[in-house]
């Protein structure tokens, strides 16, 4: 799956570029969807599949598309 079908914020979507990632791997194409939903997801996969990458992603755009709010 091609991140850009996840409709993700662009400044997501120009750091892989930059990166030289255009595609998900399984791992991140499993479970991206649901923690973009805020969903809650796991997901077990061998070391270097890209799961951290998966995680952040998703808590990155949340960050970027959640408006800041000023405390008192």
Known sequence: ????????PQPIL???ADLE????T???AQI???LLEGRDAGGR???GTGKTAAFLIA???RLLRT??????
Do not use: N
Request: glycine share 0%; net charge negative.
């Open 67 to 72: 408006p800041l709010t000023s405390q008192p």
């Open 45 to 47: 996969a061998q070391t």
């Open 26 to 28: 399984p791992i991140q």
């Open 14 to 16: 120009q750091a892989l």
């Open 21 to 24: 990632f255009a595609y998900c």
């Open 32 to 34: 991206l969807p649901a």
């Open 59 to 61: 808590i990155f755009t």
């Open 1 to 8: 799956m091609p991140f850009h079908d996840l409709a993700l």
